[in-house]
Structures are given as structure tokens and as C-alpha cells.
């Protein structure tokens, strides 16, 4: 096994903007009229270690029903496509746990694959190579630490190679239904026909199992999202108490997505050295901080329509609470 991993800094790509650096998000989220914060900025190694612990409670369904479906359906998932030599791009690869599910499966059935996993948080980087390299499988991996739309630019210059790219997870309902349109629009742009992508869905379902998910009984949900506010003191020089904001959280059966919160107890004022501002808050006052969007089966069919896939099949829990799809670019012009 070669493994490494490199940081897409400035540097590296010309096109990287302020706009998505965290003091300025911040800057820019906290003077909103509704303030917000982009949940990405959730995953720094707190962020990743209380997110890893999410995944074990008994309430969050979503990373063992993706695993289970792994388990269950790997070898249809190799049968469905052409087998072949495959980049295995991973979008917040995270420590890369389930990806290695099917990576080992693609080895065993003789596939040759190099990995590629891209992830913004460069600690969840250090922490996906260690864990390979404990216990190492045949595979090449070429890290990258970078946002998903850099991770794109790494695409574009794999031109004539074969790809699987991996977003799972329901990392994509994070995005606003037409962020997510216009995302996967822009990836289909950047694919080789005879590409594919396995794309995971958290699907609707009954409204407590989603807000249970949401709301745990260890509270580790709320400390994931208080980490914003931790995090803002430890890099930005902020004075938050996280003990005057409360975590709320629940699905909203007009946008079916689960909107989270972080609420103001009291009236009162925050400083943060970088950008040495004050911010104001108000008593009961929001601080948006996660978007998670429910797909059902007809959404998702209409999705890769409108994005110019074509869906070679899914794959499902027992219970249907989460649902990996697998779609393919046509041969046809983009
Ligand atoms: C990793 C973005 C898919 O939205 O369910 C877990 C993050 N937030 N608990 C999700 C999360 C609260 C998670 N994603």
C-alpha cells in the first residue's frame, strides 16, 4: 500500500476564494439579519471526533444502515458496473470506514483501484491514512485535504481515466435542493461517460425516528454543533459561553429537512478578535447552523434526471430508512 495525502491550499488552486474561509464565513454569518453558519465549519478534530461519535449512538440510523447496505449489497454494487481499473473518489471521505467496505470487496473481485479520498479536514485526513495503514489493503491512496468543489478540480484533470466517485453518507442533504442540483450538475460536467457515482440518501420517514436521530440522549448532537462556538474562541480569539446558547433541532415537514439551531438564552455581546467585531444577540435569537434534507425514491429518481445521470440501481436497508444510488454518465453529450 502507497499512501499520502496532500493540502490543496491557495496556493495550490488559483480560484480558491476568501468566501469560503472560516473568519470571513464567520464575519459574514454572524452580521446577517438571521444569522448563520455554514456547517462545514462544524469539522475540525473536535468536530470530527464528536461526529464519529454520532455515529455510534443507538438514535443516528444513518451510518449503520449505509454499512449495513455495504455489507448486503457489495457484490451487486461490483456487478452493476463494467468492471474495470476505477479512481474511487471519496467526497468527505471522514476515516474512510465504509468506504473500505467496498474497497476491499473490489480488490477481492480483482478490480485495480486507486483511491482518492477528499476531505476539509485535514485532522479526519491524518486519521483516514493511520487507520489504512494499521490494517493496509492493495490499494493506492492520494489524499486530499480540500472542500468538495476542489476536489472537482482533481476530476477535471482525470481526463480519460475511469472513475467511481463516492458521496455518502447523506452528505448531500446538507445542500439545499438546488444547491445539490447544481452540484451534481457541475460534477456530471467534470465525469468521463462510462463513469459512475454511488450517492447516499437519508430517506423520510416516520418524524420521531428522524428527530430522535437529531436529538440524542447523550446530548453529543448538541455539543457537535456548540463545537462552532468553541471552535470560534479557539481560533478566532471569540468570547462564546456555549452555555448561553441551547441546541434545537427538528424536521421540518414543509422543507423535509431536519434545521438545527443554536439559540440565544439571553441578551448579550460577543466578541471575536478576528475580525475584532462584536456581534449582538438577542434573547431567543437563532443561529442557523445545519440544513439536512430527506429525500424520498421519486426525489432522487428526479434528481439524476435533472443532473443528466442515468440510475443504475439502488440499494436499501431492510427498513428503507437510508438509500445508496448508483448512477452512471451516458455516453450522450453533456
Ligand atoms: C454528516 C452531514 C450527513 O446531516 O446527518 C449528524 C451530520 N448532524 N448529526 C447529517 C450530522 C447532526 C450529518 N452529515
Not at 118 to 132: P, Q, R, V
Amino acid at each position: 500500500m502507497k499512501a499520502g495525502y496532500k493540502i490543496l491550499s491557495p496556493q495550490d488552486i488559483k480560484t480558491r476564494g476568501t468566501d469560503h474561509d472560516f473568519a470571513s464565513d464567520i464575519l459574514i454569518g454572524l452580521s446577517r439579519d438571521k444569522k448563520s453558519i455554514p456547517c462545514r465549519h462544524i469539522y475540525d478534530k473536535e468536530g470530527d471526533e464528536l461526529f464519529r461519535r454520532i455515529t455510534e449512538l443507538p438514535e443516528y440510523y444513518l451510518t449503520r444502515c449505509e454499512y449495513d447496505i455495504f455489507q448486503q449489497h457489495k457484490d451487486n454494487i461490483v456487478k452493476s458496473m463494467d468492471k474495470d481499473r476505477f479512481n474511487v473518489i471519496e467526497l468527505g471521505a471522514g476515516d474512510g470506514k465504509k468506504a473500505k467496505v467496498l474497497l476491499k470487496h473490489f480488490l477481492d473481485t480483482g478490480m485495480d483501484v486507486t483511491y482518492i479520498p477528499i476531505d476539509i479536514s485535514e485532522a479526519a485526513m491524518k486519521n483516514l491514512i493511520n487507520k489504512f495503514t494499521k490494517d493496509p489493503i492493495d490499494i493506492t491512496i492520494e489524499g486530499i485535504v480540500a472542500e468538495y468543489s476542489e476536489g472537482l478540480k482533481w476530476l477535471s484533470r482525470a481526463e480519460g481515466e475511469r472513475n467511481l466517485v463516492l458521496f455518502l453518507g447523506s452528505n448531500i442533504g446538507n445542500a439545499h435542493e438546488n444547491e445539490a442540483r447544481a452540484f451534481l450538475h457541475k460534477l456530471r460536467g467534470v465525469l468521463n461517460p462510462g463513469d459512475y457515482l454511488l450517492i447516499g440518501f437519508d430517506l423520510k420517514k416516520d418524524i420521531d425516528t428522524l428527530n430522535k436521530a437529531y436529538n440524542d440522549s447523550e446530548n453529543i448532537t448538541a455539543q457537535f454543533h456548540l463545537n462552532l462556538l468553541r471552535r470560534i474562541n479557539r481560533e478566532l480569539g471569540g468570547n462564546f459561553n456555549p452555555d448561553q446558547f441551547k441546541y434545537y433541532g427538528r424536521y421540518n415537514v414543509l422543507t423535509g429537512a431536519i434545521e438545527s439551531y443554536l439559540v440565544s438564552l439571553k441578551d448579550h455581546i460577543v466578541y471575536i478578535n478576528t475580525p475584532n467585531r462584536s456581534f449582538s444577540f438577542k434573547k431567543w435569537e437563532p443561529i442557523h447552523t445545519e440544513y439536512s434534507l430527506k429525500y424520498t425514491d421519486s426525489d432522487i429518481k428526479k434528481l439524476a434526471e435533472e443532473t443528466g445521470f442515468e440510475i443504475t440501481s439502488n440499494y436499501t436497508d431492510s427498513r428503507k430508512y437510508f438509500q445508496d444510488s448508483l448512477w452512471r454518465v451516458n455516453n450522450g453529450t453533456k
